[in-house]
């Protein structure tokens, strides 16, 4: 007997442990069990785990110190399930490593997942790997599960989904890193196979509204075919949702307020010989009823009658309903019918358009209004003007504490102070903040400051010599603090006065100086600007080697004048713009057309002031403009009075018009002339302009010396000193542009410039036509160096000067369409491209100028502004028309436009 009872008690030693076991693994769950018996948990432990805390393990599992539990039982059992819930662990048991008496020790076993080692891309560029990183989170370090290789896979395709590349595929192998425990590595290798095109469009239900046309409003998703050979084929998700929406608009514009897309697929075939894949589309579409706009009443309007509100909302009853219209009309911020009320001051101002009944074909709407209180400003500040003084900004301001909120004032102080230069126009933010408590309104103008001061430091190599400049131009000076230490940081700024100074010189050839100030408010109150210039320029053409190789035979004279001329052989000789004319409105042809060719052949180391070709220019100008109230304050005047005196020796080859008698022009002529311009300038943005006006009317004119004397300057033994000593003309210039978008992106606007010049040149006395003062047409519209008073205009697709003689014309006309696309307009660099076309003609006198017989061009351009560097561009323009006397001129030509700033 005690045999036997000696063996069960060795056998119940053995097998109790196993029978407070009860585990499970991530495949099966498996419970052992023998009798169910209450037991108090002594200790829970944890093991099996490295990264994570074993307390709050312990807490998640819910099993406690002191707690009775059945072994086995429900309580076990649940603790394992919400271990396993967490998602973190591969595998999860709990056991007991000891029982005394009803007492119980119990140890949690958890297998956690591996970590992530390392990801692997195959298949793909940095860029997109970035795009994948940033969108699937694989994190280094971190455990992975099932569901995430899962989801990595399904967002991945739909990464390269997006892109057009339908049949990508995704393979995530995973592999043990070898020098890490319990650690993986990811290798993701991604085929994006081709990028799928559309092949077919196929559009059924559509009775009133043609396929070409719901496919033309589809803009991303086109169809192969020859009409849309210039545009994108590839089938891309998104742009195929925006797309569908497009479609129903169109639908909606022409009153189908009901048409649905009542179904549409997508599927792959195969096309041509190489069998490529392409996508079919199928659209099923529900048109509904075509609705037109029925009554329109207005509700809770008290300041502005509802005949007005239904004349200013320009829709009758009757007409083809148009949601885009409607709501255009009512909400847009730059025609909407909201402006009324903002204008006034209403800025809690609600409209409601409400659909009180739809009849079978017309729609009648309730215009609910809710007018609220007039707000009225409280606070007006400004922020971010780091270097810009306050006064500055503060004075272009319209907006001011105890006026009526304007919405138009809002915007023209964002014009005004985009206008100044200082600041950022993208960046300046107008942010209004209202205050519905009190009726209130507070406006926070938050300016970034640009860098607008600019430094030139320029070389170049052209017609034989070197010409380099050096120019600094403070755009936002201040000369009230040129004592004041403090200020010079490194120089006093922040009062908005502009200091230019520039040198440029080419050695003996050519040099000039010249220095301006100019004080946009004069004494500080009044938006009364005062400048003042003075500029010294002197030209040695004798100093010139390649000055020889352009004395080549030039062109004949023709026409009639006072002066006898008709035909003959022309002048011959040096143009430092191109090649010589015989002019027509000084009258010298048969005259002048013999004229005996002077052959210089000097150089820099030969040359000496007493035979040297010499023109030297003094200027100074004082200026005073000022804003007008009438007909609106977008309208300025600015006068000028300014005096210039010309030096000029040897110059007979140049001027020989007014060569003495040993075919020379020696002499000093003076030019007191007094300039109005009337302009109006309405353009929102001075870099990029989006939209607004600017157009200008200007007459320089100076005394008529000929109407207060007897002189007959028709004599011809007056010498050419006496007759221009005092240099008389009326010159006037006639300059307008446009501009307007043609979409509505604020970001990406496509903006239409519409321009044109005329400009022309009279006198007083035909006898004493000026010799100076003249327009150079053709090419850029820049000049190596400064002729003063003569104005150069770009015409691309020319060469330089190419439409004008070497002295200018007297008249011009030029007119430009011109398409800006910007393709960055961030504070660190404004670009945009452009396609021009562009025609103009420049003439001598009315009798032979016919002003739209014009040389036409086209081309393309860009236009770049750094803030380090300013404005530069280039142009390719294509000159479709010859020019007369001057073969070669048009055809392919490349302009440039340089600039620096820091």
Do not use: C
């Amino acid at each position: 007997m005690l045999k036997y009872i000696t063996i069960l008690l060795f056998i119940i030693v053995a097998i109790v442990p196993g029978a407070f076991s009860q585990e499970t693994d991530s495949t099966n769950f498996s419970i052992y069990y023998s009798s169910s018996k209450k037991y108090e948990i002594a200790d829970v432990q944890v093991s099996g785990i490295k990264y994570l805390d074993k307390s709050v393990l312990i807490q998640l599992s819910g099993l406690k110190v002191g707690d009775e539990i059945d072994v086995p039982g429900e309580v076990v059992t649940t603790a394992i399930k919400k271990l396993w819930n967490q998602g973190l662990f591969s595998d999860v048991k709990i056991a007991a490593t000891k029982v005394v008496d009803n007492k119980i020790w119990l140890d949690i076993y958890l297998q956690e997942r591996p970590r992530l080692a390392d990801v692997n891309f195959m298949g793909v560029s940095k860029s997109e790997k970035d795009d994948i990183t940033e969108k699937v989170l694989l994190l280094k370090g971190s455990q992975i599960t099932d569901h995430q290789v899962n989801n990595a896979e399904r967002v991945i395709k739909g990464i390269f989904h997006e892109k057009g590349f339908l049949n990508t595929t995704v393979n995530i192998v995973q592999r043990d890193d070898s020098t890490q425990n319990n650690s993986i590595i990811l290798d993701i290798y991604i085929d994006k196979k081709e990028k799928v095109k559309v092949n077919k469009i196929y559009i059924s239900g559509n009775e009133e509204i043609k396929q070409i046309t719901l496919e033309r409003a589809m803009k991303k998703t086109n169809a192969k075919g020859l009409r849309n050979i210039f545009k994108t084929k590839k089938f891309l998700q998104e742009e195929y949702k925006n797309d569908k929406i497009a479609l129903i608009d169109k639908y909606n514009e022409v009153g189908y307020r009901d048409a649905i897309i009542a179904s549409d697929s997508i599927y792959q075939v195969e096309v041509g010989s190489k069998k490529k894949t392409r996508v079919n589309i199928d659209i099923e579409l529900d048109e509904g009823n075509k609705y037109y706009f029925g009554n329109i009443r207005w509700v809770g309007n008290t300041i502005y009658p509802s005949d007005y509100l239904n004349s200013y909302l320009g829709i009758k009853k009757g007409d083809v309903f148009n949601q885009k219209i409607l709501d255009k009309r009512l909400f847009d911020n730059d025609e909407g019918l909201n402006n009324l009320y903002l204008d006034k001051g209403y800025l809690f101002f609600n409209l409601d358009p409400v659909e009180v009944n739809i009849s079978v074909d017309s729609i009648d709407y309730e215009m609910r209004i809710y007018e609220g209180k007039q707000a009225t400003i409280n606070e007006v500040r400004i922020v971010g003007n780091t270097k810009t003084h306050e006064h500055v900004a503060r004075r272009e301001i319209k907006t001011f504490p105890g006026d009526l909120f304007s919405k138009t004032l809002l915007m023209r102080s964002y014009r005004e102070l985009a206008q100044l230069g200082h600041f950022d126009p993208e960046a300046i933010n107008p942010d209004v903040q209202p205050n519905p408590e009190d009726g209130t309104v507070d406006i926070e103008y938050q300016l970034v400051e640009k860098a607008n001061d600019q430094i030139e430091l320029s070389g170049g190599w052209g017609a034989g010599m070197f010409v380099g400049s050096v120019g600094l131009k403070f755009a936002n000076f201040s000369v009230r603090n040129i004592f004041n230490k403090e200020a010079w940081r490194p120089l006093p700024t922040g009062d908005g006065q502009t200091l230019a100074l520039r040198y440029q010189t080419s050695g003996r050839y050519y040099r000039t100086v010249s220095l301006s100030f100019i004080e946009p408010w004069l004494g500080g109150k009044k938006p009364n600007s005062f400048s003042v210039s003075l500029s010294h320029s002197r030209i040695n053409y004798s100093a010139n080697k390649y000055y020889q190789s352009y004395n080549s035979s030039g062109y004949g004279g023709y026409g009639s004048s006072p002066y006898g001329y008709g035909s003959g052989s022309g002048y011959s000789g040096y143009s430092p713009y191109s090649s010589g004319y015989g002019y027509d409105s000084y009258g010298y042809g048969s005259s002048y057309g013999g004229y005996p060719q002077y052959q210089y052949n000097y150089d820099s180391e030969t040359t000496n002031d007493a035979t040297d070709q010499i023109w030297e220019t003094t200027a100074l100008a004082l200026g005073y403009g000022y804003r007008l109230s009438y007909p609106d304050d977008y309208f300025t005047i600015y006068h000028e009075a300014s005096l210039e005196h010309y030096n000029l020796r040897n110059m007979g080859s140049y001027f020989y018009f007014l060569a003495d008698e040993n075919g020379q022009v020696n002499g000093t002529f003076n030019n007191l002339n007094f300039k109005t311009v009337v302009g109006r300038s309405s353009v929102d943005n001075p870099l990029y302009s989006r939209r607004g006006s600017n157009i200008s009317v200007s007459l320089k004119v100076t005394p008529p010396y000929s109407w207060f004397t007897d002189t007959d300057y028709s004599a011809p033994d007056i010498t050419a000193e006496d007759r221009y000593k005092w240099i008389e003309y009326h010159k006037w210039l006639f300059k307008g542009a446009l501009f307007t978008p043609i979409t509505k992106s604020a970001e990406h606007t496509l903006v239409l410039r519409t321009a044109f010049e005329l400009g022309f040149l009279g006198y007083f006395d035909e006898n004493r036509k000026s010799p100076f003062e003249g327009f150079i047409v053709g090419g850029s519209g820049m000049s190596g160096y400064n002729i003063y008073g003569t104005d150069y205009v770009a015409l691309r697709g020319y060469k330089d000067y190419s439409l004008s003689p070497q002295s200018g014309s007297n008249m011009y006309s030029k007119f430009t369409m011109e398409m800006r696309f910007p393709i960055t307009l961030k504070p660190s660099a404004t670009i945009y491209a452009l396609a021009f076309l562009e025609a103009g003609n420049a003439g001598l006198s009315f009798h032979n100028y016919v002003p739209f017989k014009l040389h036409r061009s086209a081309g393309l351009g860009v236009r770049i502004f750094l803030p380090m560097f300013g404005l530069m561009g280039i142009d390719w323009g294509y000159g479709f028309d010859e020019v007369p006397g001057n073969p070669g001129a048009n055809g392919s030509q490349f302009h440039f436009v340089i600039g620096q700033q820091f």
